[in-house]
């Protein structure tokens, strides 16, 4: 039998195939060796799927062939997990879709009522190990039980509670039961905050709660303004009494002292009296003539034998009369 000649070209390839397979094989081994991890990440390197190590940021070898596999955990980024809507497009306008999602947002308050609770979760990933290894599906667990907690934490406030007053306390409720459970599954999880980004009434009685809502803020700023007319006016009032007590108090006081005084006086002149009855009346009389005298314009004086004064009183009238003429 003879031997089939090849082509040179073929013999040539057929010679250095062994060369060129081993090429094909070193370069793939090369490809699947080496692998790139990002700034924000570390590596989670498994060996026929179980763990061996974790690897720093940057360029890193593995063993080649799938032997080793590697999983890009993003521990440095804050992570975030949405209910009830979800971001369409991130930017300055950042646009938002609700569509499809009212399962997750609509939820029973403690009176029997229903609230559209739309809340954001931020978190990190602290453990890679444990994230990936020690829960299965972390991401899905966490929504599970970000879930079941605000459900919790809502179901037992009232609406008025969940809508008004109460969301910055349901928000920290919320956070601090969604760590505890966080740290019980040991997920690798820090729940960094929640923010309930939207808390409104069902559409369908959207309009009557607003009328409500109103009304309530329009009954707030009716007591704010009476309570700052009653501040206006009442201190004034007060002050103004107690103004008119002190003032009559004064007035009393001086009108009890001044009595007082006049009786002291009174007392001390009669003592005075008593001891020297006719050199006290004397004086008397001579200080009352003192002060009334000088006020009298046309003065007579008569002793007690003096029998008709009327020709001298005419006789004075004449006088003040060519006086006045001349």
Do not use: H
Request: hydrophobic share 40%; with cysteine; proline share 4%.
């Amino acid at each position: 039998m003879s031997e089939i000649k090849l082509p040179p070209e073929l013999a040539m390839l057929k010679k250095y195939a062994k060369f060129i397979v081993l090429g094909m094989v070193a370069a793939f081994g090369l490809f699947t060796s080496v692998y790139t991890v990002g700034p924000e990440e570390v590596g989670v390197v498994t060996r026929f799927g179980k763990f061996d190590r974790i690897v720093t940021p940057g360029l890193n070898f593995k063993a080649p062939f799938g032997v080793e596999s590697v999983d890009k955990v993003p521990v440095e980024r804050q992570l975030k997990q949405e209910f009830g809507f979800r971001t369409r497009e991130s930017g300055v306008r950042s646009t938002y879709i609700k569509a499809g999602f009212e399962d997750e947002s609509l939820m029973l308050t403690g009176d029997l009522n229903l609230a559209d609770v739309e809340w954001v979760i931020q978190y990190r990933i602290v453990d890679p190990y444990l994230y990936l290894f020690r829960v299965r599906n972390a991401e899905k667990t966490l929504r599970d039980m970000s879930e079941s907690v605000v459900r919790k934490v809502v179901g037992d406030r009232t609406v008025n509670e969940v809508l008004t007053v109460g969301r910055m306390e349901v928000a920290t409720v919320v956070e601090g039961l969604l760590q505890e459970l966080c740290n019980e599954y040991q997920n690798g999880i820090k729940i960094d905050q929640v923010v309930l980004q939207d808390v409104n009434p069902p559409e369908q009685v959207k309009p009557s709660f607003n009328a409500v809502n109103e009304a309530q803020q329009q009954r707030e700023t009716l007591i704010n303004q009476g309570q700052a007319e009653f501040n206006r006016v009442i201190p004034r009032a007060r002050g103004e009494a107690q103004q008119t007590i002190q003032q009559a108090e004064a007035y009393a006081l001086n009108r009890v002292n001044r009595a007082l005084g006049e009786t002291e006086r009174f007392n001390a002149l009669y003592e005075e009296y008593i001891k020297a009855t006719e050199v006290t009346r004397t004086r008397l009389y001579l200080e009352t003539m003192s002060r009334v005298m000088p006020n009298i314009g046309t003065k007579v004086i008569v002793d007690e034998n003096g029998n008709n004064v009327l020709p001298l009183l005419q006789m004075q009238t004449e006088n003040r009369q060519r006086g006045g003429n001349n």
